[in-house]
């Protein structure tokens, strides 16, 4: 495989693992429009345990997800007083806040960003991603999915049936932010540098765009839209300068047609029938 | 009365000056059914929202089995024991009715298992949602999506939801409201069929030859106050109410 396809490759991981982690605080109703700040976050704190700490990647990783995943406890405190657009706005700022923290973080490099991380290959970056995506796949089936969805549904009633939605829209967030995190130490160590820049709007923006676009109910909806929006602009390279336009449009007749996004539920069930059938 | 399960003392709920609840006393016995009656705008809804904590009460106190649970959240109150359904009906729109009846059961939340498929790790779950969609007559229904079921269907659901937590005590709010007569006898047996288990029931319910067929005891409210209760024949008799909300029919 060239270089260049594997970067691609490498890219859609980790876009899939930004995908998921818009995901499962979706899947509690709630929109995140910040969590390129958790994938900074992973990626600066990973880097720095396996640069400066010395530490083994694997082990970095946990400790970037577990920080993360508190730091998302801790935002989603105030944030469970907002809902929809609010929310979605105080997530912006939450992004904005920690891309400036790494900007004026002279010890990790600033704005010069950070460097010195051993490479790791595209085989890795799918390796965590795949990992993570069946694991994702599994929690579908859990108990405590169907209390997010229904938190999702009907908060309300969610809490009128015994369920303590207050529990799970931050359970769902710190999680979010830990698969974040996950993705920016891969991030970190297949690119081998980093920069605030990295991890601005953009990216956030980016993987809340492959959810919706893949499919914002299932799990397997994530890969889909991150594939389609890493490797799709390369199929259209042919029309040039138009192919951004071209994938804009792609992406609003795909909103228009699928609400829900590419793959849903019923989808799912009706290609699995047919292999079985076949 | 005998020995109260849920006992109201002086409850009191107020929004902006108007009083939804003015020292409301009643109190439901185990193993009986209880129906609240009253005017539209009497408290009912109230009533029932205060009970489960969906509103918090600005005085007096509730209790169950004389556990005092004026000001806990809803979840905890639920957990203590009581379940409830909805006026409007209120089922999550991406459930089948298989998954409502599992996300409605207690769980030990410290517990790691319920991150796990529910498949692998709780065959007591699914028996337990076996049993009350048995009960219910919703077998057949097991995994349509909830919401897109016939209105009278939808209901049941919303019941076998709430029983399915195992409660001491469940509350219907307008159980028969909408359904024909064959729907509303049939529900009308299920609940004494619940009622033949041990469950206790408060409803609040329009339908005034359903209630007095059906509930061992009443009260009747106006204007958040109980103006008064009895069984049946005595409330059908009681010339207060006969003013204030059956006579008006009559």
Known sequence: MSTYYASLLAESGILLLGALSVYIILATGQLSLGNGAFMGIGAYLSSWLTVTMHMPLTLALVISALVAGLIGAVVAFPALRLKGIYLAMATVGFAEMVRSFFLNFEAMG????????????????????????IAV???????????????????????????????????????????????????????????????????????????????????????????????????????????LAAFGSLLVLVLLVRRQGILDRSLIRALTFRRLAA | MSHALLQLTGVTKTFGGI????????????????????????????????????????????????????????????????????????????????????????HNEASWRRLLPVAWVNPAAQARADEVMDFFGLTAFRDRPAKSLPYGIQRKVEMARAVTARPKLLLLDEPVAGMNHDEAEEIRTLMLRLRDTGLSILLIEHDMNFVMRLCDYLYVLDFGVPIAEGTPEQVRADPVVLDAYLGKDD
């Not at chain 1, 704005?111 to 995506?133: D, E, N």
């Not at chain 2, 005017?39 to 929202?49: E, H, M, R, S, V």
């Not at chain 2, 005085?59 to 004389?66: E, F, H, Q, R, Y």
């Open chain 1, 110 to 133: 600033g704005s010069g960003g950070f460097r010195g991380m051993q490479h790791i290959s595209v085989g890795t970056v799918w390796l965590w991603a795949g990992g993570i995506l």
């Open chain 1, 137 to 243: 796949m599994l929690l579908e089936r859990s108990r405590v999915w169907l209390e997010m969805q229904a938190v999702h549904d009907d908060e309300t009633a969610a809490g009128l049936i015994g369920l303590n939605t207050t529990a799970t829209k931050i359970s769902a967030f710190a999680a979010g932010a830990a698969v974040a995190a996950i993705a920016g130490g891969l991030f970190a160590h297949h690119n081998v540098y980093i920069e605030p820049a990295n991890f601005g709007f953009e990216r956030s923006v980016d993987f809340v765009l492959a959810v919706i676009l893949g499919g914002s109910t299932v799990a397997p909806g994530s890969l889909v839209g991150a594939l389609l929006l890493v490797f799709l602009p390369e199929v259209l390279r042919p029309i040039a300068d138009w192919r």
């Open chain 2, 19 to 106: 009083h939804a609840l003015s020292g409301m006393a009643c109190e439901v016995p185990e193993g009986k059914i209880v129906g609240v009656i009253g005017p539209n705008g009497a408290g009912k809804t109230t009533l029932f929202n205060t009970i489960t904590g969906a509103y918090r009460a600005d005085g007096g106190s509730v209790t169950l089995k004389g556990v005092d649970i004026t000001q806990w959240p809803s979840h905890r109150i639920v957990r203590e024991g009581i379940a409830r359904t909805f006026q409007n009906i209120r089922l999550f729109g991406s459930m089948t009715v298989w998954e409502h009846l599992l996300v409605a059961q207690p």
